[in-house]
């Protein structure tokens, strides 16, 4: 993706989403963007995109035009990564021969995101902490304090709070950091967020592997849906882009899925009905769970609906019908209710 305003744009208010707390988090995520200096702190699972989200609010920020610069903190050692971040004068250390800007320095007017900051040690918390206290910070060996105008976004993966508790990170640093919280949920709590994705990932890929993909069949979109997704949108990506990639143009149906996603479900309806929740009329043979065709076809046209922005036109090509038939089915729909 080529960052800019509208790339922005599109992350922070044209996201695909049902779920209210994605949708809360969005509106906090606009607000925070339009402000030149304000701390955020991203926290969320590995692959919910917290760097995506820290690329967007600095290009819908005032500080689009100047550097956005990166520094996973996990990445380095620590000495390696307070040499980086802070840089350092001639003779700092052993293979110090001429002075060095840290990141810091190269980021002044614009913002340092710093991504798996539970790992930052306890000495660079410090002078982090400083950092963001004073607007300074002394290059590695240095004497003189340099004065820096630089916006921080963080992210971690780990719960900050559990972290101070073991006495890993400072209590300071954190309430330093978190002046604009964003908490991005995981697909497993944002359920109805997971067909649309998949089919504007779908669209994506129809582009980029010069594919002809129309959408997915009930049954394997209810596969999308009910799988756990531990690997998150990063996860959801793979597994859209590996199965086009290796099925055949069309629906992509339940058998096309990686077998992992098909395995899972299978697992936990056999679970399901061996503790006496779903009975034999309510699974099949292969321990799915049964319901009407008109009932998935009727959740799959609302999901495709939704992902495309109640476009009718462009949700009836993706259902393989004419729209004069969607307008029919709506219609019934509508009348049944």
Known sequence: MTWNRRAAATILEKS????????RMLEVA???????????????ESGTGKSVFAKAIHYASPRSAMQLLELNCAALPDTLLESELFGFEPGAF???????????ERAHGGTLFLDEIANMSASVQAKLLRVLEEGTFHRLGGTRSTKINVRIIAAANADLKEAIARGQFREDLYYRLNVVPLYIP???ERKEDIVP???ELLQHFNRELRKKFRGFT?????????????????ELKNVIER???LAPDGDIDAAALPEEIRDHVRSNRRDESSNGELSDLDVSPTGRQLVTLR??????????LAATGNNKTQASRILGIHPTSLMRRLKKEHAAE
């Open 197 to 199: 994705l998949a089919l």
């Open 186 to 188: 995981p697909l497993r």
């Open 30 to 44: 606009r607000k925070a963007a339009e402000s030149d200096h304000t701390t955020i702190l991203l926290q969320g």
């Open 218 to 234: 009930p049954a394997a979109a209810e596969l999308l849906q009910n799988y756990p997704w531990p690997g998150n949108i990063r």
């Open 16 to 23: 695909i989403t049902k779920n209210d707390a994605t949708r």
């Open 94 to 104: 052993t293979d110090a021969r001429r002075r060095k800007e840290g990141l810091l």
């Open 295 to 304: 009932e998935l076809e009727d959740e799959y046209i609302q999901e495709v």
């Open 243 to 245: 199965t086009m990639i």
